[in-house]
């Protein structure tokens, strides 16, 4: 078996103890990110913990697919929308064919033995280890010792004695362990999942009720200002701060309408085709979220996809009242 391996590295901490572990024994570290456009892992963090270990990483973005797997979970939900069994075995395939790519030996993974309690007690793991096609060949350094032997254990490529014997939700072992490796700078540990937010896991549920193929673009609109649901296909993204405004504006494209004020508010998006009453509704929705001094007197102008767009306020509210909105 060969001395290298694919370590999956979130930017979290115990992911970069893991890395360091294999670093300590001599084995050849390749570092996988795999980036998902809502967030979840800290891409910047996994970034600095390889530059501080001194491994190459490469960064693979997730795509539409993984959905499915958000979707339709085998092994259910956690306390979200959060599939984290289902989750974990579609990363790991991935890592899988990454491994058998570059010709390296194993998986290593960060995870410890009763440290989550969906995906990291004996049974899931086994599961996980089964299901991504990896038995024997995924190496979990922090809680090795407390687990089967895996197949660079029993061959002698990583010294199962120089492991760990991690177990809990605790992480003050990991943490001395890191300080006196001299590793800074990965994700704060409390960090987790966005699909285990309460609100964001219910947007997620609204998404997928009314979008037969949800795109991971769809996913990171749901991280961007407030949302109003006012049809099947259709609904109205407002801009909470200049900045989400900027990022609305640059998701314009087909199927999706930007509505950007020629006054000081929130600017607008649509996702669908956008009715005359939908785009009404989103004006008179910018309207009400503008604070009064700043709402304009007369005819209220906007930029629709870069077009000047004029509209009375008193027949867009009149109109918007034909169209029902619930807020996110």
Known sequence: MERKCVVLLSGGLDSALAARLMCEQGVEVQALFLSMSWGCCEKEKAQVCA????VPLLIL????????VIRRPRYGYGSGMNPCVDCRIYMFRIAKRYMEEIGAGFVVTGEVLGQRPMSQMR????????DSGLEGLLLRPLSAQLLEPTLPELLGVVDRQRLLRIAGRARQEQMALASAAGLSGYATPAGGCL???EHFADKTRDLFAHEERPTTKDME????????RIGPKTKVIL???AVENLLLEGHAQA???????????????MTGEGSEEARHLAATLIVHHTKAEKRPEGLLE????????????????AAGHAVDAVKL
């Open 51 to 54: 530059q501080q270990l001194g």
């Open 61 to 68: 973005s997730v795509g539409d697919a993984y959905l499915d």
């Open 123 to 130: 049974r899931p793991l086994a599961i996980i280890e089964a």
């Open 195 to 197: 699909l285990t937010d």
């Open 221 to 228: 609109l749901l991280t961007i200002g407030r949302h109003f």
């Open 239 to 241: 801009g909470r701060n």
């Open 255 to 269: 199927g999706y309408t930007c509505l950007r004020p020629k006054f000081a508010g929130p600017s607008a998006l």
């Open 302 to 317: 906007f930029w629709m996809d870069g077009r000047p767009w004029t509209v009375d306020p008193a027949a867009a509210e």
